[in-house]
């Protein structure tokens, strides 16, 4: 049996969408069910529980054991380690907002795959409030930063 005939071909009721954001970072997450075989994402073979960012493996985009264990959550709370492939494009942001975004934007994949059953678990574990916090703006009459106030003369 030949490799191409091994590949899964997607129906478009086993992909899953989802946007994620934290501060300026913004995550678009597709999410694909894989029965035990695997699925072509962007020219690579991706099998059940491989995860794609911005076309590199995400072990290599957010390296790190606290990431891994950060970015594995939603998974793990809801029980579906390894039965779906994931791909993000992820725009804007630092590495900390980015991985925030991408979190978010899996719980909000997976509340499309099972709302009633992934629901509760995701929103216990706080993977569907989207952070609000943001830099703030900066204001006329003081030195470079929002709150950073003027050095004011002695004598």
Do not use: C, W
Request: proline share 4%.
């Amino acid at each position: 049996m030949k490799k191409e005939e091994k590949v899964q071909k997607v129906q478009k009721d086993l992909v899953y969408y989802a946007v994620g954001r934290r501060k300026v970072s913004s995550a678009r997450v597709k999410l694909v069910v894989t029965a035990g075989s695997e699925v072509k994402i962007k020219d690579k073979m991706l099998k059940g529980g491989d995860v794609m960012v911005n076309g590199r493996m995400v072990a290599d985009y957010f390296p790190g054991e606290v990431n891994k264990k950060l970015y594995q959550k939603p998974f793990e709370v809801t029980q579906t380690m390894g039965r779906f492939a994931v791909s993000a494009v992820i725009i804007g942001g630092g590495p900390t907002g980015q991985r925030d975004a991408f979190i978010h934007g899996v719980s909000r994949a997976l509340l499309k795959v099972d709302s009633e059953k992934y629901r509760p678990i995701l929103k216990k574990s706080g993977f569907l409030t989207r952070d609000p916090r943001a830099k703030q703006r900066r204001k006329a009459g003081f030195a470079q930063k929002a709150r950073a106030k003027k050095q004011s003369p002695k004598r």
